[in-house]
């Protein structure tokens, strides 16, 4: 912690990625899930592969690919836990085998099987790949699942910044609930009130904009709302988002969308996904780090009871 990127001296391999730590997470929690995405048959890919198959994350949608290696992504954490990218090593953001994701080979049963489709942005950077997000949505058009986007901007992953927010754009009419971190709400609408961006979204449902340790903010049906964020000591802030994300998920399946209305089971939901976030930052790593719904529970009862 609190090394620039020429004073490392060594790198701790941790298994991630935001779909991955999604998938990974909502297991832990007590939901199923599935994990999409491009491998390369090389020995990182391997392990990713027994990361989630260890986890019970169905790994049917995979796709494996010779002379092409598994992305890896260094990242550097601050004194105080925050992480900043730092690129991808001795490789172009291109040549990597997330790129080459097939859409004709992404599974329809996954989709016929599924309740909800969870995406982010980064394979929007890639031809391929590209073709195979805007596939997956319509599979999820189709067998009518739920879609949350998690926009995820990472400028590193994009040749070109400058189609990105083209790029982007382009699935918002293809989703039903996006959750974005207050400085993408800016560079993408403008502000970061979740009212007025869901306003600029016809399909959407619910928005949410998290701040770190700043807390977050939401519109959910007709409610609206801000919370703080969890007080914890925080180690490692990688994958929070994609906790917070799982814990919402996780929620809104028990639930159920048209209980959005109710005012207090919407705040319900946005304080577990907070609680999940929040533990993901006191241990290092984003698939290791998530917590169960066992330590989720305990750490609620300790603040609300």
Same mark, same amino acid.
């Given at each position: 912690?609190?090394? @620039?990127?020429?004073?490392?001296?060594?790198? *701790?391999?941790?298994?991630?990625?935001?779909?991955?730590?999604?998938?990974?997470a909502?297991?832990?929690?007590?939901?199923?899930?599935?994990?999409?995405?491009a491998?390369?048959?090389?020995?990182?890919g391997?392990?990713?592969?027994?990361?989630?198959?260890?986890?019970?994350?169905?790994?049917?949608g995979?796709?494996?690919?010779?002379?092409v290696?598994?992305?890896?992504?260094?990242?550097?954490?601050?004194?105080?836990?925050?992480?900043?990218?730092?690129?991808?090593?001795?490789y172009?953001?291109? %040549?990597?085998?997330? *790129?080459?994701?097939?859409?004709?080979?992404l599974?329809?049963?996954?989709?016929?099987?599924a309740d909800?489709?969870v995406?982010?942005t980064?394979?929007?950077?890639?031809?391929?790949?590209?073709r195979a997000?805007?596939h997956?949505?319509?599979?999820?058009?189709?067998y %009518?699942?739920?879609?949350?986007?998690?926009?995820?901007?990472?400028?590193?992953?994009?040749?070109n910044?400058?189609?990105?927010?083209?790029?982007?754009?382009?699935?918002?009419?293809?989703v039903?609930?996006?959750?974005?971190? %207050?400085?993408?709400?800016?560079?993408?609408?403008?502000?970061?009130?979740?009212?007025?961006?869901?306003?600029?979204?016809?399909?959407?449902?619910?928005?949410? !904009?998290?701040? @770190?340790?700043?807390?977050?903010?939401?519109?959910? @049906?007709n409610?609206?709302?801000?919370?703080?964020?969890?007080?914890? &000591?925080?180690? &490692?802030?990688?994958?929070?988002?994609?906790?917070? *994300?799982?814990?919402?998920?996780?929620?809104?399946?028990?639930? @159920?969308?048209?209980?959005?209305?109710? *005012?207090?089971?919407?705040?319900?939901?946005? !304080?577990?996904?907070?609680?999940?976030g929040?533990?993901?930052?006191?241990?290092?790593?984003?698939?290791?780090?998530?917590?169960?719904?066992a330590?989720?529970?305990?750490f609620?009862?300790?603040?609300?009871?």
């Amino acid at each position: 912690m609190g090394q @620039g990127l020429e004073d490392v001296e060594s790198w *701790t391999l941790y298994p991630g990625g935001a779909p991955a730590n999604v998938a990974c997470a909502l297991v832990k929690l007590g939901t199923s899930a599935g994990f999409i995405g491009a491998l390369g048959l090389d020995e990182l890919g391997n392990s990713l592969i027994q990361v989630l198959q260890d986890a019970s994350v169905n790994t049917e949608g995979v796709q494996r690919y010779f002379n092409v290696p598994t992305r890896q992504v260094y990242v550097l954490r601050n004194v105080y836990g925050d992480r900043n990218f730092a690129g991808f090593g001795k490789y172009e953001t291109e %040549k990597f085998a997330d *790129t080459l994701l097939q859409a004709e080979l992404l599974p329809e049963l996954l989709f016929q099987k599924a309740d909800f489709l969870v995406l982010g942005t980064l394979e929007l950077a890639y031809p391929e790949s590209n073709r195979a997000v805007h596939h997956a949505l319509d599979l999820a058009d189709k067998y %009518k699942l739920k879609v949350m986007l998690d926009i995820n901007w990472r400028p590193v992953f994009w040749q070109n910044i400058d189609i990105a927010p083209q790029e982007i754009r382009s699935l918002f009419n293809k989703v039903d609930f996006v959750k974005l971190a %207050k400085e993408e709400a800016e560079w993408l609408f403008d502000t970061h009130d979740p009212e007025k961006i869901i306003y600029k979204i016809d399909r959407a449902e619910g928005i949410l !904009v998290t701040d @770190g340790g700043n807390g977050c903010a939401y519109c959910l @049906g007709n409610n609206e709302g801000q919370l703080p964020a969890f007080p914890v &000591d925080v180690i &490692d802030t990688t994958g929070a988002g994609d906790g917070f *994300t799982s814990g919402f998920i996780h929620q809104l399946l028990t639930y @159920g969308v048209k209980d959005l209305n109710n *005012t207090q089971i919407a705040k319900d939901i946005v !304080v577990y996904a907070s609680a999940v976030g929040a533990l993901t930052t006191t241990k290092p790593g984003a698939i290791t780090s998530q917590p169960t719904a066992a330590e989720v529970q305990v750490f609620l009862n300790r603040h609300f009871l």
